[in-house]
Structures are given as structure tokens and as C-alpha cells.
């Protein structure tokens, strides 16, 4: 549970709750050392590496005398080569590498620092790398990011202005214009937070021969529009399962003849209207949409289930080792209801905290079963199960 009373380090000793009224969705901030001694979790070459596999969403961006390009991974190693290896101010480039978080175990420790923000609003972990000089060029992003400085430094120029037109044909968003109004210069470990639609331009410094890498903490806002689609969607869905379904046929005993057989007459339009109007949901069928569309895994992600072993060993290796999440899996909970990648179950008073400290924590420890023994069956069926989907595993 989120205590947020205490000052936290990472937030420059403001409390969560200070953070969240002065700046979340606000304005930026910077945080001098948010994590001492952070020099980032992985090397370029591994984040390379990384670029290169299929199931990884990558990207190169590219610029090259005043022109921007951007190639999608994954990528061949030659490619790598093929860059400059001293990039020039009119020729530079950087690798981003979305999602890094699902495949980095040591990324879900650096994401739990950010449990002042709910689950349910983070996107991933974006790292970038950049030789001197490269960057995306100057451009606003539409969430919240916290930008932490892994290796090497990072230029960070932030605008003002409220003129965010952007460059017509460019292959990625580009401000037409950038007018500096302030600039910071993060060095390992320091960290700025960036509310939605602030020009900023980060221009990669090395450090001696150290180049620069950022590492993104990125938080999700769905657009209402497409809340309102999906929406609509989860409640067709509920509809052809019966549980909402219209009793009646439409029934018209009170026909009069038509000047124009042809013409859906205003009593039909009528009639059909009224039965429309008993579609209806209320917060309940709300809350059962948000847990399972914000807990659903985008549509790149594959789940690849565990190999078959038996409940009985299930349970002996559980109390002895503990369980985590996999680390692309997502859970939230509602009440007594839980949703881990879009499937819904529903808890008992008694599996409740430890089904929370699940969610919560991304993983059960040894001493969380202490008090559980012999365990819950319907707690241990649950677990099993979502452990032959490969929704969770031991570490
Ligand atoms: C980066 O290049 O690492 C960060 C990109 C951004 O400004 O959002
Ligand atoms: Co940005």
C-alpha cells in the first residue's frame, strides 16, 4: 500500500501527495539524483541486441541534413554498422526501444518506484541510446513521462509556447518552431517529469566515451473517443452473452395505412426508439469494462504458457519460492474483482490481501503463504491456472 504521508527520494523529497497536487498533469520537474548512483539497467549493445528481436517494438530515428527518417525493428545487426559512427550536428541518430519492462526483470524493481501512480495509467519503460548529439528533434508527447538519465547526459531544452504546429511530411512529429525558455543539462540518475503537450528537445551529451542513454517512464491516457469505442464494444459483447438482452418483438397492432409504402413512418422510428432507450449500463458494467480493456495486453503480446506440471507440485514449489507475474502481465483489481491480462475473476473475503499484494506488488512471497496454510483451494486453482497460461511464473 502507498503510504503518502513520506517524503520520497525519487520525487526530490516532495510526498506523493504534493507531487500529485502541485505538478502530475501540471508542470514539469526536475529531480537533481532522483536514484543515486542509477547508471541505467542494461548496455547499448544489449539494448541493441533487444532491437533485434521480433516480438520488440523499435525504432532508428535518423537525421541527416535537416531531414528526419525513422526505421521500425526489428533490425539486422549490419544496420548498427551502417551508422555514423561520429554523428555531426547535421548527421546524427538515436535507437528507441519500446516496452523494455517486459523483458528486463531488473525494469519491474525501477517501475515500482512509481507506485504513486496508479497501475492502471502506466504505459512501459522506453529506453533510448544516442550518440552525441541525436535525439527525436524538438516535438510534445501527449502523456506524462518521467525521463530518467541512465549512462551518459542528456540536454534537455523545454518550451513555452503554445504554438505546436508541426513540421507537414516529416516521418515522426516535429515542432515547426522550438523557442527555448529553459535548459537543463540531467547527468546520471537525475530525472525530469514532463506533463502532456510541453515542447521539450532532448539532445544526447556524451560523457568522455560514454554515450547517452534515457530511460522513459510513460503513462497512458486513453482518448475518450476511444474509450467510448471500446466501451461500446465490451457492452455488445455482454449483450450477445444474454445478460442484457431485450425481452419482446417489435409489434405494431396499431398499423394505419401509409400514403407511401415505401416510408418508414415517425411511429415506427418512434416505437424502435423507446426500445433503444432501454439499453442502458450503470457503473458497475463501467467498472467491469475499465478492468478488463486496461488490463488487456496490446495486440503484439503473445503469452507463452508453462510447461505442464502438477497442481500438487504447483503447490510445494509455490510455498517454497513464492510466485511473480510475468513480466508482460497485467493486473488490476476492482473491489473483490481482479482482471490480469482482459480475464476477470472474482476473490473471496479471506484470498483478498493476498490477491492485492499480488497485484500490487507483482509478486507473492515465501512468508505471504504463512498464514494460508493449507492454502485456499480456490485461491491455488486461480494461481494454477493462471499459471499454465503463462501469466505468471517463478523467478
Ligand atoms: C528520448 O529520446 O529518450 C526521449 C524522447 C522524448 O523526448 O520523449
Ligand atoms: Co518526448
Not at 529506453?127 to 506524462?144: E, I, K, L, M, N
Not at 473517443?225 to 425481452?247: C, H, K, P, R, V
Not at 418508414?264 to 432507450?277: F, P, R
Amino acid at each position: 500500500m502507498m503510504k503518502h504521508k513520506r517524503p520520497l527520494a525519487i520525487l526530490g523529497d516532495l510526498t506523493a501527495k504534493e507531487f500529485l497536487a502541485d505538478y502530475w498533469q501540471k508542470k514539469p520537474l526536475l529531480i537533481k539524483q532522483a536514484i543515486p548512483n542509477f547508471t541505467g539497467l542494461l548496455s547499448p549493445d544489449e539494448l541493441a541486441g533487444l532491437a533485434c528481436e521480433d516480438e520488440v517494438q523499435s525504432r532508428i530515428v535518423e537525421y541527416k541534413k535537416g531531414k528526419w527518417d525513422v526505421r521500425h525493428g526489428p533490425f539486422d545487426e549490419e544496420v548498427f554498422a551502417k551508422l555514423p559512427e561520429k554523428p555531426t550536428e547535421q548527421h546524427n541518430w538515436t535507437l528507441l526501444v519500446q516496452s523494455v519492462n517486459h523483458h528486463l526483470p531488473e525494469a519491474t524493481y525501477l517501475l515500482k518506484q512509481f507506485n504513486f501512480i496508479p497501475h492502471a495509467r502506466l504505459d512501459d519503460l522506453m529506453v533510448s541510446y544516442a550518440p552525441d548529439g541525436g535525439g527525436v528533434g524538438p516535438h510534445f508527447d501527449s502523456y506524462d513521462v518521467f525521463l530518467l538519465q541512465g549512462q551518459g547526459k542528456r540536454l534537455w531544452r523545454m518550451s513555452e509556447q503554445t504554438d505546436l504546429s508541426l513540421v507537414e511530411d516529416a516521418p515522426l512529429r516535429i515542432l515547426k518552431h522550438f523557442e527555448t525558455a529553459q535548459e537543463w543539462l540531467l547527468e546520471a540518475g537525475d530525472m525530469l517529469y514532463l506533463p502532456p503537450h510541453l515542447a521539450h528537445w532532448g539532445i544526447a551529451v556524451a560523457d568522455g566515451n560514454v554515450d547517452c542513454m534515457t530511460y522513459s517512464i510513460g503513462f497512458r491516457a486513453p482518448k475518450n473517443q476511444e474509450l467510448a469505442t471500446e466501451f461500446l464494444g465490451f457492452m455488445q459483447d455482454q449483450f450477445n452473452q444474454d445478460s442484457i438482452s431485450l425481452a419482446g418483438i417489435y409489434q405494431d397492432a396499431d398499423l394505419t395505412l401509409q400514403t407511401h409504402p415505401a416510408e418508414v413512418s415517425q411511429s415506427m422510428i418512434s416505437k424502435v426508439s423507446d426500445i433503444l432507450q432501454k439499453i442502458q449500463w450503470d457503473e458497475k458494467d463501467v467498472a467491469a469494462f475499465l478492468g478488463t480493456y486496461l488490463s488487456e495486453p496490446k495486440a503484439t503480446i503473445v503469452f507463452e504458457p508453462n510447461k505442464k506440471i502438477s497442481k500438487k507440485i504447483f503447490e510445494d514449489k509455490l510455498k517454497k519460492q513464492g510466485i511473480a507475474l510475468d513480466l508482460k502481465s497485467q493486473m488490476l483489481f476492482i473491489s473483490h474483482a481482479f482482471y490480469l491480462n482482459g480475464e476477470s475473476c472474482t476473490c473471496t473475503d479471506e484470498s483478498l490481501p493476498l490477491f492485492q499484494q499480488l497485484a500490487d506488488n507483482r509478486k507473492l512471497n515465501t512468508q505471504d503463504f504463512v498464514n494460508n496454510t493449507p492454502l485456499n483451494i480456490a485461491l491455488l486453482e486461480q494461481l494454477y491456472a493462471w499459471y499454465l497460461a503463462g501469466y505468471l511464473y517463478f523467478e
